[in-house]
C-alpha cells in the first residue's frame, strides 16, 4: 500500500480505513496480533486483513460487519489525526487545479500542520516532483515526517522544522507554485518570490479572515505578482431520498377532477377533494456534512497569482 499507488492486498505495515458507513470512518495501521474494536466488535488484524483484497467486507467478533478500504488523500483527509485546522478536499481540489499541480512539479508549502493538504500535493505530483513543506512547530514536523514514512511517500517530501517568515523554504529559483496556510502570509511573499522558478510560476495563500487577504494582496504587489484573485468555495452536499407529500384536502370532489385540478383546470368546485392524490417524490436534500471548515460564517478567500519575470 503507498498513498500514490494502489495495492491489491492488505500487509502488515500498511494504513487501511475502517469504514463503518460515510458518517463513520477510521484508519488503522495494519499490525500482526493487533486488534480494533469497532461498534460491531473486534477486528483481529492477523486473520482479519492481513492478505485480503482492499475493499474487503469483514465480519466483527459481534457478527456485524465493515469494509476496508484502501487510503487515498480524500480519505485521509476525513480521518486524519487533526493536529491543526485542516483544509478539506473542496478547497484542495480548487487550489490543485488553479496552482496546476501535474506530476513532476515543484510546490512549497507552509504550513504543514496536519499534512491533509500535503498528501494531495504528494499524489499529484508523483512521480518524479517534489513538495518542500516548512513547520516551525517541532511536534508537528515531527509527526508528519513519521506519517509521510508510514505511507511510503517520504521519497516525494521535505519537511522543514523552521520559521517560514525568517528562513524562508530552504530552496531557491526551484518551486513551480506555492502554497501558504500560516497567520502572516504577508511575511512569507519574498521568500515565496525567492523559492520559484525564475520564469515565474503560481502562488496561493488561505486565510480565514478579509484584513490578511488585504496585507496579502498588496504585498504581492509589491512582489510584482499579477493577476491577483481573491476566491470562497462552498461546497452542498446533496442526499437522495424518497418522500411522500401529502396533497391538501380542498374537498370531496376534487379527486375526480384531480388531474384537471393539478393542470390548474376546473377550479369550479369548492368541495374539490385531492386528498388521495399523495405521491411518492425523489427528493434531493442538502445533506449535513459540508466537508469543509465547520459553518460558513468565515471568509475563505485564496489569493492567485502568475509571477512574471
Ligand atoms: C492551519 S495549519 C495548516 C494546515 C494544513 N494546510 C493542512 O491542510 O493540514 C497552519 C500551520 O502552520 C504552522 N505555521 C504557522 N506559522 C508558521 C511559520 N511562520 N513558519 C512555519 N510554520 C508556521 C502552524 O504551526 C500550523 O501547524
Redesign the pocket.
Known amino acids: 500500500m503507498s498513498f500514490i499507488e494502489y495495492g491489491e492486498t492488505i500487509k502488515e505495515g500498511d494504513t487501511a480505513i475502517v469504514f463503518l458507513g460515510h458518517e463513520s470512518m477510521f484508519p488503522v495501521k495494519v499490525q500482526q496480533g493487533g486488534k480494533t474494536q469497532t461498534k460491531y466488535g473486534v477486528i483481529r488484524h492477523s486473520t482479519d486483513l492481513i492478505g485480503k483484497r482492499f475493499g474487503s467486507k469483514v465480519t466483527c467478533s459481534k457478527g456485524g460487519w465493515v469494509y476496508i478500504l484502501h487510503p487515498t488523500p480524500e480519505l485521509w483527509t476525513l480521518n486524519l489525526p487533526h493536529?491543526?485546522?485542516?483544509?478539506y478536499s473542496t478547497d484542495i481540489s480548487f487550489i490543485t487545479m488553479m496552482l496546476e499541480l501535474k506530476p513532476g512539479s515543484v510546490v512549497c508549502e507552509?504550513?504543514?500542520?496536519?499534512?491533509?493538504?500535503s498528501h494531495a500535493i504528494i499524489r499529484t505530483i508523483s512521480p518524479t516532483g517534489h513538495l518542500y513543506t516548512?513547520?516551525?512547530?517541532q511536534q508537528?514536523a515531527e509527526k508528519a515526517i513519521e506519517e509521510f514514512r508510514e505511507h511510503q511517500v517520504d521519497h516525494l517530501v521535505t519537511v522543514k522544522n523552521q520559521?517560514?517568515?525568517k528562513t524562508g523554504f530552504g530552496v531557491a529559483d526551484v518551486a513551480d507554485a506555492v502554497f501558504l496556510?500560516?497567520?502572516s502570509p504577508w511575511e512569507?511573499i519574498g521568500h515565496a518570490k525567492s523559492a520559484l522558478k525564475r520564469e515565474g510560476g503560481r502562488i496561493c495563500s488561505f486565510s480565514p479572515c478579509i484584513e490578511q487577504v488585504q496585507r496579502t494582496c498588496l504585498t504581492l504587489e509589491e512582489h510584482d505578482f499579477t493577476e491577483i484573485n481573491t476566491v470562497e468555495i462552498l461546497l452542498r452536499v446533496y442526499n437522495v431520498r424518497t418522500i411522500s407529500l401529502q396533497i391538501p384536502d380542498l374537498g370531496k370532489a376534487a379527486g375526480d377532477n384531480a388531474s384537471a385540478d393539478l393542470d390548474g383546470g376546473d377550479q369550479s368546485n369548492p368541495d374539490a377533494s385531492c386528498a388521495n392524490l399523495q405521491q411518492g417524490t425523489m427528493q434531493f436534500k442538502s445533506g449535513r456534512r459540508n466537508g469543509g471548515l465547520p459553518g460558513y460564517l468565515c471568509l475563505l478567500p485564496s489569493l492567485f497569482s502568475c509571477r512574471q519575470c
Open positions: 493536529r491543526t485546522q485542516i483544509l507552509s504550513g504543514t500542520g496536519s499534512g491533509s493538504l516548512v513547520e516551525f512547530h508537528r520559521d517560514v517568515c496556510d500560516i497567520p512569507a
